[in-house]
T-cell receptor, first 115, second 112 residues
Framework: EAGVAQSPRYKIIEKRQSVAFWCNPI?????LYWYQQILGQGPKLLIQ????????DSQLPKDRFSAERLKGVDSTLKIQPAKLEDSAVYLC?????????????FGQGTRLTVV | QKEVEQNSGPLSVPEGAIASLNCTYS??????FFWYRQYSGKSPELIMS????GDKEDGRFTAQLNKASQYVSLLIRDSQPSDSATYLC????????????FGSGTKLNVKP
């Protein structure tokens, strides 16, 4: 079974530039998550999709971050314009939404450096 | 108050010893609990999940859950240098069993 795929693996941009990340979840996983992990901290949920609908985006900085999940499969996360404090690893995860206790599987992440 | 709290460590143990990692959570109605291991520069990977009070064993790992006290722990027996990593505790809240709250993680160093 293929895992969660993310690209790119690394990205360096200047502040005020824009950047986009892509995620392809495990086949059949209805729930998709984007997490931000700053060095030394645990993952922080940015947005959660159920199929192509947003379940939770309460911690997404909507003035600069946007995300979409077209057709309930792939997802993109965009930052425009980027700030220095956006430097982090952006993790995509997916899970089956069939019962409580279903684990989330993570992709390899995209390490973003804003200079 | 954070939903999930962990001691950031580092926790240092000698090879062969038992490592004990602890986690507390604030949502009393939480139902599912997970321990993820994250090596430096890598993504989190699940090592244990637990849903009922008591102990759950899987090889050298034992997860312990006490819902009355709102804590969950992970014991690693016969610790190996390869166990050196950050261990993240994650919790599903009652109102959204597909949401994961993560703690900040405990860094474990196993010294040869």
């Amino acid at each position: 079974e293929a895992g969660v795929a993310q690209s790119p693996r690394y990205k360096i941009i200047e502040k005020r530039q824009s950047v986009a990340f892509w995620c392809n979840p495990i086949s059949g996983h209805a729930t998709l998550y984007w997490y931000q992990q700053i060095l030394g901290q645990g993952p922080k949920l940015l947005i959660q999709f159920q199929n192509n609908g947003v379940v939770d985006d309460s911690q997404l900085p909507k003035d600069r971050f946007s995300a979409e999940r077209l057709k309930g499969v792939d997802s993109t996360l965009k930052i425009q314009p980027a700030k220095l404090e956006d430097s982090a690893v952006y993790l995509c995860a997916s899970s089956l939404r069939d019962r409580a206790g279903t684990e989330a599987f993570f992709g390899q992440g995209t390490r973003l450096t804003v200079v | 108050q954070k939903e999930v709290e962990q001691n950031s460590g580092p926790l240092s143990v000698p090879e062969g010893a038992i490592a004990s990692l602890n986690c507390t959570y604030s949502d009393r109605g939480s139902q599912s609990f997970f321990w993820y291991r994250q090596y430096s520069g890598k993504s989190p990977e699940l090592i244990m999940s637990i849903y009922s009070n008591g102990d759950k064993e899987d090889g050298r790992f034992t997860a312990q859950l006490n819902k009355a006290s709102q804590y969950v722990s992970l014991l690693i027996r016969d610790s190996q240098p390869s166990d050196s990593a950050t261990y993240l505790c994650a919790v599903n809240p009652l109102y959204n069993f597909n949401k994961f709250y993560f703690g900040s993680g405990t860094k474990l160093n196993v010294k040869p």
